[in-house]
């Protein structure tokens, strides 16, 4: 029923506009400042090029998060120290499928992604604190709070 997997070329586009068509309380709830966003181009050749370094080179990372076989959201992971830690971020897109509980689960799928590719060591998650589902999310999936 759900799956995850890396990001393909093709993912690059929906990734974007899911940043890039919310609403302003969508970008409030995430923390995000809109007019700081890449564009949509910028964005998606950024996605690209990164994706053609070796894991110790990249910047930035994702997966795709799948339900019955078609994506419903990602993850990522950027400020990357390979061997060391990395910043991982949530991304449900479905609101359909938000707030029943796979977001734990699919979150358990990613983290082998990252541990395996990036020899990492640590890996933190820095949710807005005013948005509780990936909060939520991180404490079922075993995360300490830090702060």
Not at 56 to 68: A, D, R, S, T
Not at 102 to 129: D, M, Q, T, W
Request: proline share 6%; hydrophobic share 40%; charged share 25%.
């Amino acid at each position: 029923m759900i799956a995850v997997r890396e990001m393909k070329s093709k993912d690059a586009e929906s990734i974007v506009r899911y940043f890039h068509e919310g609403t302003p309380a969508f970008h409030k709830l995430m923390g995000v400042d809109p007019a700081k966003l890449p564009s949509v181009d910028d964005w998606i050749k950024m996605i690209h090029s990164d994706m053609s370094l070796p894991m110790e080179e990249k910047q930035f990372f994702y997966v795709i998060w799948l339900f019955e076989g078609k994506p419903i959201g990602h993850s990522n992971i950027n400020k990357i120290v390979f061997g060391q830690e990395a910043y991982m971020h949530l991304h449900l897109w479905k609101e359909d499928k938000r707030h029943q509980g796979i977001g734990s689960s699919l979150v358990r799928l990613s983290l082998p992604y990252y541990f395996s590719n990036f020899k990492l060591n640590e890996l933190f998650c820095e949710p807005h604190a005013l948005n509780p589902a990936p909060n939520k999310t991180l404490e079922r999936t075993g995360f300490e709070l830090v702060k």
